[in-house]
């Protein structure tokens, strides 16, 4: 079967997932794309140029695409020739934190509401993602003044579902264990991207508070930044520069792989995570996981390892991290126990899900146009 793949913003996650799902399938799946810039813009105005720029989307058994796209602009604008859709909602406008001194602007919620109502079947990566989207949705269409279509909350519903991201690593093969020869102090991984809902100030605030208690340790700051350097990342690279191996993003896939094996522990702060890839492919590498316990992170490491793993606060994750940086029993069982655990998420493992849903996208297809020659033979 063939489908159509449309991502606006061609980048960090929504580039992972597409490359892998396009990669991993059964299906052919053709990919098109618009680099992963102005993202208002592209909730705004990608359905436009898709409309323009592909040439028979009844070619298609269907169609997937990402949320930031408005998929009930679309369908107005190319009409019955559009296949049954499937929208992937890596984030949503309507539980996204905003930027400090940002106001939201309740457009791209309404856009989120209408493409997930428009959609023949909507997937969320996370099911802290599926609630937090769910659960915030009566609140927001209760601003209106009046005529609040609060129905569409369980029409939205009725077709929505969890399925985890795939990730680009083989399920059969295990991260390290410990190191046999360490080539210098514990080393820490940020691999997130470099903006405001990572929130890096409280983790740099963590590092200087364990380099005070005497603790050594090196420094690997990898991840995008789609904009100007943040002051936080300038600011650490002068307080950490003779601990700091590598700043900056990483473009060659082996290379940031490299850096993660490389690493004993892997820190997030953020205030905004429907999923965790990077987490995941640092665990799956042999880093050590300190998250909050908070967003999907709960969710997506095993319980077992909760205690160790998740931290309450400024205060507990200086704690925590000092104690991952200098031992503690099981230190490294864990370790090649979390990096079995992630296999889970390998496209080897959830990739017939997906090819499934896609069949029954195409199914789906077929009865509309079985339905609409009956109806023309006797127009």
């Known amino acids: 079967m063939r489908f159509l793949f449309l991502e606006p913003f061609y980048g960090g996650s929504h580039k992972e997932f597409a490359d892998g799902l396009v990669a991993a399938s059964r299906h052919r799946i053709d990919l098109a794309t618009l680099p992963a810039r102005f993202?208002?813009?592209?909730?705004?105005?990608?359905?436009?140029?898709?409309?323009?720029?592909?040439?028979?989307?009844?070619?298609?058994?269907?169609?997937?695409?990402?949320?930031?796209?408005?998929?009930?602009?679309?369908?107005?604008?190319?009409?019955?020739?559009?296949?049954?859709?499937?929208?992937?909602?890596?984030?949503?406008?309507?539980?996204?934190?905003?930027?400090?001194?940002?106001?939201?602007?309740?457009?791209?919620?309404?856009?989120?509401?209408?493409?997930?109502?428009?959609?023949?079947?909507?997937?969320?990566?996370?099911?802290?993602?599926?609630?937090?989207?769910?659960?915030?949705?009566?609140?927001?269409l209760k601003r209106m003044p009046e005529y609040r279509p609060l129905w569409v909350i369980d029409e939205i519903r009725k077709k929505a579902a969890v399925q985890y991201p795939g990730l680009c690593f083989p399920a059969g093969q295990a991260g390290r264990g410990r190191r046999e020869t360490p080539s210098g102090p514990p080393l820490i991984v940020w691999n997130h991207r470099w903006e405001f809902d990572k929130n890096p100030d409280e983790f740099f605030t963590a590092l200087a508070a364990v380099a005070d208690r005497g603790i050594d340790f090196r420094l690997a700051l990898l991840g995008e930044n789609f904009q100007a350097v943040p002051k936080a990342f300038l600011a650490a690279r002068e307080r950490f520069k003779d601990r700091l191996v590598c700043y900056g993003y990483e473009p060659e896939r082996a290379r940031y792989v490299a850096w993660l094996k490389q690493g004993d522990v892997v820190v997030s702060t953020a205030i905004q995570e429907n999923f965790?890839?990077?987490?995941?492919?640092?665990?799956?590498?042999?880093?050590?996981?300190?998250?909050?316990?908070?967003?999907?992170?709960?969710?997506?490491?095993?319980?077992?390892?909760?205690?160790?793993?998740?931290?309450?606060?400024?205060?507990?994750?200086?704690?925590?991290?000092?104690?991952?940086?200098?031992?503690?029993?099981?230190?490294?069982?864990?370790?090649?126990?979390?990096?079995?655990?992630?296999?889970?998420?390998?496209?080897?493992?959830?990739?017939?899900?997906?090819?499934?849903?896609?069949?029954?996208?195409?199914?789906?297809?077929?009865?509309?146009?079985?339905?609409?020659?009956?109806?023309?033979?006797?127009?």
């Open 39 to 140: 993202w208002k813009w592209r909730m705004r105005g990608a359905a436009l140029h898709f409309a323009e720029a592909i040439a028979d989307f009844s070619a298609y058994d269907g169609l997937i695409a990402s949320g930031l796209m408005s998929l009930s602009d679309l369908k107005a604008l190319v009409g019955p020739s559009l296949p049954p859709s499937l929208v992937y909602f890596h984030e949503n406008q309507l539980t996204y934190p905003l930027a400090p001194g940002e106001d939201m602007d309740i457009q791209y919620g309404f856009t989120d509401v209408t493409t997930a109502l428009a959609a023949d079947r909507l997937l969320f990566n996370s099911r802290f993602h599926f609630d937090a989207f769910f659960g915030e949705m009566p609140a927001f």
């Open 276 to 379: 965790g890839i990077s987490i995941i492919e640092a665990v799956r590498c042999g880093c050590l996981p300190l998250v909050p316990n908070r967003l999907a992170y709960p969710e997506i490491l095993p319980e077992a390892a909760h205690a160790d793993c998740l931290y309450e606060g400024q205060a507990d994750l200086e704690v925590k991290l000092a104690r991952m940086l200098t031992g503690f029993a099981g230190r490294e069982a864990l370790r090649g126990s979390l990096s079995e655990a992630m296999a889970r998420f390998s496209w080897d493992n959830v990739v017939e899900d997906y090819d499934a849903e896609l069949a029954q996208l195409a199914a789906k297809h077929e009865i509309r146009r079985s339905k609409s020659e009956t109806n023309s033979k006797f127009e």
